[in-house]
């Protein structure tokens, strides 16, 4: 069975612009997460959703948004990005919504130049 | 608000020594979860622990959550350059289903 996947794998960008990142969980599983990992850091949490609604939000600003859709894949939306907003993105499946173990998938790095 | 602190933040062994990650929450965790990330690599989950006291071993890691269910430790036995990775811990928030991570340990393995 294939793991998490992630696209794009890396991605270069410019302040001000926007970003849509994506992930598709491993299959069964309805529960995706992102977070957001600096350099040097561990894993942030951003958002978790659960059967397409949202269970969850970290402490991050409203230019970050995501969505999740009926195949169960998600999207990460990222606004007037910032120089500060390179990082690399991690999306999480898990089978549940309650805390379960987490499979991760191999993340988009994003630069803003 | 709250915090998931790890110590050490480095650690260099020799091949063959022991090894031994901390984890600390502020607040009283309903479960804990270890990870590992290799270097270059995404965070694999290790293991879940839920209750107090706990103590959970696989081959030569053990997991142990605390009494209080507010810290936990990683004990590696007899390292190997295979260990290599930072280690983290991650807890959920009081409600819904954020987890905070910890600062993790960056363990390297000199042969």
């Known amino acids: 069975d294939a793991g998490v996947t992630q696209s794009p794998t890396h991605l270069i960008k410019t302040r001000g612009q926007h970003v849509t990142l994506r992930c598709s969980p491993i299959?069964?599983?309805?529960?995706v997460s992102w977070y957001q990992q600096v350099l040097g850091q561990g894993p942030q949490f951003i958002f978790q959703?659960?059967?397409?609604?949202?269970?969850g939000r970290g402490n991050f600003p409203d230019r970050f948004s995501a969505r999740q859709f009926p195949n169960y894949s998600s999207e990460l939306n990222v606004n007037a990005l910032l120089l500060g907003d390179s990082a690399l993105y991690l999306c999480?499946?898990?089978?549940?919504?309650?805390?379960?173990?987490?499979?991760f998938g191999p993340g988009t790095r994003l630069t803003v130049t | 608000g709250q915090q998931v602190m790890q110590i050490p933040q480095y650690q260099h062994v020799q091949e063959g020594e022991d090894f031994t990650t901390y984890c600390n929450s502020s607040t009283t965790l309903s479960n804990i979860q270890w990870y590992k990330q290799r270097p270059g690599g995404h965070p694999v989950f290790l293991i879940q622990?839920?209750?107090?006291?706990e103590v959970k071993k696989q081959k030569r890691l053990t997991f142990q959550f605390g009494e209080a269910k507010k810290n936990s430790s990683l004990h590696i036995t007899a390292t190997q350059t295979t260990d290599v990775g930072t280690y983290f811990c991650?807890?959920?928030?009081?409600?819904?289903?954020?987890?905070?991570f910890g600062t993790g340990t960056s363990l390297t393995v000199i042969p």
């Open positions: 622990l839920v209750k107090s006291g």
């Open positions: 959703y659960y059967e397409k609604e949202e269970r």
């Open positions: 999480a499946s898990s089978f549940t919504s309650d805390p379960y173990e987490q499979y």
């Open positions: 299959s069964g599983h309805k529960s």
């Open positions: 991650a807890g959920p928030k009081d409600t819904g289903n954020q987890f905070y």
